[in-house]
């Protein structure tokens, strides 16, 4: 007699599924229908007709069987010193680059936001000397038309002043 968890693809946890529901041994699987095997909880349609051959496979001595319900894997080489620290000095030099990458980056950043700076500044001190020749030209204006009319007005004060000094002339000769 096998034991069920000796069938490949059965593992501790389904061996002890199958013995709760009557399956105790290799030769009681093997002679199972896959709608009894569907009964038991973690089998399914697919996996049933599965463990039934491995079952029959185990009984026969045909095949090898095995305790891990999955296939037997190889072990995962091993790294050699040399390739673990070539692997570190290449990480190692992809996070220089990803720095050196973020740094230019922030300098180019950095550049523009200067370059922007500068020709707002520009366009704002043109645009002051704009502003700057225009109140200059207006104060010209107004300066000029304020000759203009001051003009007459010195002309009317020495008229006026012409004839003060004749009335001061007429109330001294009346006295």
Partial sequence: MTAVTKIKGVGEVLGQSLIANGFKTAEALAKATPADLVKVPRIGAARAPLLIAAAQDAVSGKQSVSKRSTPARKP????????????????????????????????????????????????????????????????????????????????????????????????????
């Fill in 76 to 175: 995962a080489a091993r790294k050699t010193v040399a390739a673990a620290a070539a692997e570190k000095r290449a990480a190692e030099a992809a996070r220089k680059a990803a720095e050196e990458k973020a740094a230019a980056d922030l300098a180019a950043a950095k550049a523009k936001k200067k370059a922007k700076a500068k020709a707002k500044a520009e366009k704002a001190a043109k645009k002051r000397k704009e502003m700057e020749a225009a109140f200059s030209k207006a104060k010209d204006k107004v300066k000029a038309k304020a000759k203009k009319s001051k003009k007459p007005k010195k002309d009317d004060k020495k008229k006026d002043d012409k004839k003060k000094d004749k009335k001061k002339d007429k109330k001294k000769a009346k006295k």
